[in-house]
T-cell receptor, first 113, second 114 residues
Framework: AQTVTQSQPEMSVQEAETVTLSCTYD???????LFWYKQPPSRQMILVIR????KQQNATENRFSVNFQKAAKSFSLKISDSQLGDAAMYFC??????????WGAGTKLIIKP | DGGITQSPKYLFRKEGQNVTLSCEQN?????MYWYRQDPGQGLRLIYY???????QKGDIAEGYSVSREKKESFPLTVTSAQKNPTAFYLC?????????????FGPGTRLTVL
C-alpha cells in the first residue's frame, strides 16, 4: 500500500526566515504526482505546488519550492521569506494510479512575528 | 466566478437522523470526491465519481451514500448507520481521467452530531 509520512507535527519559523517541511512516501510506481496543500484556519484546502515524478527539475511557485529526491522518495517543501499569512496546516499528498490522493497527517506551521 | 461550493457551512444532526451535504461545482470537471477530516489527521476518501451516474467507494464508505445525477452536483448523505459522523467534510473536483489531475476543494462542511 502506498503511504505518505510527514514526520513533523509542528514547525515554527521567524517571519521573513526560511523553513522546510518534510515529506516521505512509499510507492512501487515510477510515474506519479506529488502535491503540497495548505489548510489555513478557514479550513479551505488550497493547492500550493505540484511535482511530476518524471521531471528532474524541482517545482517552484514564487516563495514556495520543493526538493524532490525520487530515489529517496522524499518531497520536502521550502518556504522562503515566511509571512504571517503562511501560518496553516500543510499536507503532502501522492496521486496514485487510480487518480486518488493519498494524504499525510499534516504539519502545523507557526509564524513568529 | 468558477469554483466549488458546499452547503451548509455548519450542520447539526440528532442521532438517528440522515443528513445530506451539498457540493456543487461550475468548473466543468468530470470527477468529484468526498473526504472526511478528523482533528489532527489527514483526509480520508469516502466516495468518488469519475463520471455522471457512476461512483465508487473510497476507504471509509460505510455509513455514507452518494449520487451523481448531474455533472455539477455530488451530494453526500450521512446515514444513521455511520457510527461517528462528527467531522469536517470536504468536497473536491478535478478534470478527471488523467494522471495529471489536480483536485480543487470547496470550503467544507462541519457536521456535529448532538
Amino acid at each position: 500500500a502506498q503511504t505518505v509520512t510527514q514526520s513533523q507535527p509542528e514547525m515554527s519559523v521567524q517571519e521573513a526566515e526560511t523553513v522546510t517541511l518534510s515529506c516521505t512516501y512509499d510507492t512501487s510506481e515510477s510515474d506519479y504526482y506529488l502535491f503540497w496543500y495548505k489548510q489555513p484556519p478557514s479550513r479551505q484546502m488550497i493547492l500550493v505546488i505540484r511535482q511530476e515524478a518524471y521531471k528532474q527539475q524541482n517545482a517552484t511557485e514564487n516563495r514556495f519550492s520543493v526538493n524532490f529526491q525520487k530515489a529517496a522518495k522524499s518531497f520536502s517543501l521550502k518556504i522562503s521569506d515566511s509571512q504571517l499569512g503562511d501560518a496553516a496546516m500543510y499536507f503532502c499528498a501522492f496521486l496514485d494510479s487510480n487518480y486518488q490522493l493519498i494524504w499525510g497527517a499534516g504539519t502545523k506551521l507557526i509564524i513568529k512575528p | 466566478d468558477g469554483g466549488i461550493t458546499q452547503s451548509p457551512k455548519y450542520l447539526f444532526r440528532k442521532e438517528g437522523q440522515n443528513v445530506t451535504l451539498s457540493c456543487e461545482q461550475n468548473l466543468n470537471h468530470d470527477a468529484m470526491y468526498w473526504y472526511r477530516q478528523d482533528p489532527g489527521q489527514g483526509l480520508r476518501l469516502i466516495y468518488y465519481s469519475q463520471i455522471v451516474n457512476d461512483f465508487q467507494k473510497g476507504d471509509i464508505a460505510e455509513g455514507y451514500s452518494v449520487s451523481r445525477e448531474k455533472k455539477e452536483s455530488f451530494p453526500l448523505t450521512v446515514t444513521s448507520a455511520q457510527k461517528n459522523p462528527t467531522a469536517f467534510y470536504l468536497c473536491a473536483s478535478s478534470s478527471g481521467g488523467s494522471s495529471t489531475d489536480t483536485q480543487y476543494f470547496g470550503p467544507g462542511t462541519r457536521l456535529t452530531v448532538l
